[in-house]
């Protein structure tokens, strides 16, 4: 069974076993962390950072993990405006002024969180996704 590292709440031994589980299928190496009512019940890792399996995965690898948030903002987003904090049909540059440069000014909130915005995919050196001025530029 793969090495898994950190700490979890007894209650949440699935989450660990089933990361072991992944890893022993195949998948390279990966972290859960799990946050309930503000209080960490799980923060395990295991496995490889690299797909060569040279550097062990630690608990503070950084990755990139893009469309995998897309769930959790949208649920985000709408949570907010549940609560009348965010509204759908404004335009993104109420929120976010700069985001209005290049011809955006136009573009909702509902365009970002259904995809119909028209924004083009990341077509730039990939080092650059860690440049925040840089890679919001893009946009």
Request: glycine share 8%.
């Amino acid at each position: 069974m793969a090495d898994i590292q950190g700490s979890y709440d007894g209650l949440f031994t699935a989450v660990p076993n089933k990361l072991a589980e992944m890893l022993d299928a195949g998948d390279a190496g990966g972290s859960v962390a799990v946050f309930v009512d503000g209080e960490p019940v799980v923060d395990v890792w295991g496995g490889f950072a690299d797909a060569e399996r040279t550097v062990p995965w630690e608990r503070d690898t950084l990755v990139n993990v893009f469309s995998v948030t897309k769930t959790m903002t949208a649920l985000c987003a709408l949570v907010l405006a549940d609560r009348g904090e965010l509204d759908l049909d404004a335009p993104v540059a109420r929120y976010w002024p700069e985001f209005a440069a290049a011809g955006k000014e136009r573009v909702l909130v509902r365009h970002l969180l259904s995809h119909t915005a028209g924004l083009p995919d990341w077509d730039g050196p990939v080092e650059e996704i860690y440049d925040w001025p840089s890679a919001t530029a893009r946009l």
